[in-house]
């Protein structure tokens, strides 16, 4: 069992993923009315997202590489909704346990040091460890609705996560939002990056199309 998860991911024409650019171009509140259609209490985003937005600017350095060595998880808040912040080895450092109004939870590998995990519990933040070498996607949004009891999911970026999450298959579904502009320079993160160079692409199924002011919002089931 797993959450219900909805990818929901605003962009340029272009598929380039720049909150800044997207920002001068469409300036209203379109993308968080979507969001709050989809009924996602829980939003998940990966670490460079989050330390944009949310974390502190310097990263936690362990004065120990112990690891945790085993799946393990601490529920520090029980409630319906969570940020989720996805960060390997840990090394996001937070000024808070909670976020525009939803108690943080963090996944880590099994690798991640076992005094930022400790760090984490003392902060009254939530998190799991999953997966060694990486994170165990699958295994950690089992945990995420077995031990939390996370029923519908919202991942909103960046792209290396919404492309892992593609990967391995956890999607239900994809809301894109595509906003009257375009970036085009090099190198530029998409909505979907990183995946293996094997990967077929994925085919979706066009639910609902709706226009929001001068941006385009649809919904694709997989």
């Known amino acids: 069992m797993k959450p219900y998860i909805i990818c929901h991911m605003m962009s340029l024409l272009d598929g380039r993923i720049d909150c800044d650019v997207t920002e001068q171009i469409e300036g209203g509140n379109e993308y968080y009315e979507a969001l709050e259609q989809l009924n996602c ?3 998940l985003m990966g670490r460079v997202t989050m330390q944009m937005h949310y974390a502190l600017p310097e990263p936690f350095v362990a004065e120990s590489t112990e690891p945790i060595g085993q799946e393990q998880c601490h529920v520090a808040i029980k409630t319906k909704g969570y940020l989720v912040a996805i960060d390997t080895m840990g090394k996001l450092r937070w000024g808070h346990n909670q976020y525009d109004g939803m108690p943080l939870l963090v996944i880590t590998s099994r690798d991640c ?5 400790d760090t984490l519990t003392r902060q009254h933040i939530s998190w799991i460890a999953a997966g060694q070498g990486s994170i165990d996607l699958p295994r950690a949004m089992e945990l995420l609705y077995g031990e939390f009891g996370v029923e519908r ?3 909103t970026g960046g792209g290396h996560i919404n492309g892992a999450f593609l990967q391995a298959g956890l999607l239900d579904e994809v809301s894109m939002m595509w906003c009257p502009g375009i970036d085009g320079r090099k190198g530029m993160a998409a909505a979907f990056d990183g995946l293996d160079t094997d ?3 994925a085919k979706l199924r066009l639910a ?3 226009k ?3 941006t385009i919002w649809a919904r694709y089931t997989l």
């Open 113 to 117: 040091p076992k005094e930022y995990l």
């Open 41 to 43: 209490p829980s939003m």
């Open 153 to 155: 999911l919202s991942v």
């Open 212 to 214: 929001m002011g001068e």
């Open 199 to 201: 990967v077929p692409p």
């Open 208 to 210: 609902s199309v709706e």
